[in-house]
T-cell receptor
Framework: GENVEQHPSTLSVQEGDSAVIKCTYS??????FPWYKQELGKGPQLIID?????GEKKDQRIAVTLNKTAKHFSLHITETQPEDSAVYFC???????????FGSGTRLLVRP | DAGITQSPRHKVTETGTPVTLRCHQT?????MYWYRQDPGHGLRLIHY???????DKGEVSDGYSVSRSKTEDFLLTLESATSSQTSVYFC????????????FGSGTRLTVV
């Protein structure tokens, strides 16, 4: 089955700097890759996603890139702000599957 | 979270007792999922449902059962709770398979003592 690895497990950046979180997946049939943000005491919330027919997607300060050949995808956050501090999860899913498989999460701390 | 409610939000129970967690949605979504969240493991799928009375196992289903008798309710039962089942449990929903994003509930923190 699909396996998703996520790095780093923790990331500390200065406010205004960029943050990058990377994930790799094992099943080449996976074609949907969402990213979730989880704030303390809350459930994860979808922040951006990408499908396999696209190499990059942007939404204001966040972007996701996908390299299907290498089977990895990354989340980029520019001009980080303290409110970006949270746990971020990547995930992957095949079109034929009902299930999202999640990475182990990255705790991002943005220092003021 | 709009449209999805988990209950209870917190529960402490004793080893060996049965426990049922409830997920209720008002979105009329077909697909419902139960995940558990543990430090270092991210979110792991326990069971999921693709319709009323249609359920299947996820990657960590041992010791858990589920039922879905109505579109809006998905119940997770720990048949005989163990300390290893101390965790935060999240329910998630999604609509038609063309709608890929999940909406998560706020979670249930379960402690087994």
């Amino acid at each position: 089955g699909e396996n998703v690895e996520q790095h780093p497990s923790t990331l500390s950046v200065q406010e205004g700097d960029s943050a990058v979180i990377k994930c790799t997946y094992s099943d080449s049939a996976s074609n949907y890759f969402p990213w979730y943000k989880q704030e303390l005491g809350k459930g994860p919330q979808l922040i951006i996603d990408i499908r396999s027919n696209v190499g990059e997607k942007k939404d204001q300060r966040i972007a996701v890139t996908l390299n299907k050949t290498a089977k990895h995808f990354s989340l980029h956050i520019t001009e980080t702000q303290p409110e970006d501090s949270a746990v971020y999860f990547c995930a992957a899913r095949m079109d034929s599957s009902y299930k999202l498989i999640f990475g182990s999460g990255t705790r991002l701390l943005v220092r003021p | 979270d709009a449209g999805i409610t988990q209950s209870p939000r917190h529960k402490v129970t004793e080893t060996g007792t049965p426990v049922t967690l409830r997920c209720h949605q008002t979105e009329n979504h077909r697909y419902m999922y139960w995940y558990r969240q543990d430090p270092g493991h991210g979110l792991r799928l326990i069971h999921y449902s693709y319709g009323v009375k249609d359920t299947d196992k996820g990657e960590v289903s041992d010791g858990y059962s589920v039922s879905r008798s109505k579109t809006e309710d998905f119940l997770l039962t720990l048949e005989s709770a163990t300390s290893s089942q101390t965790s935060v449990y999240f329910c998630a929903i999604t609509g038609d398979r063309a709608t890929y994003g999940y909406t998560f509930g706020s979670g249930t923190r379960l402690t087994v003592v």
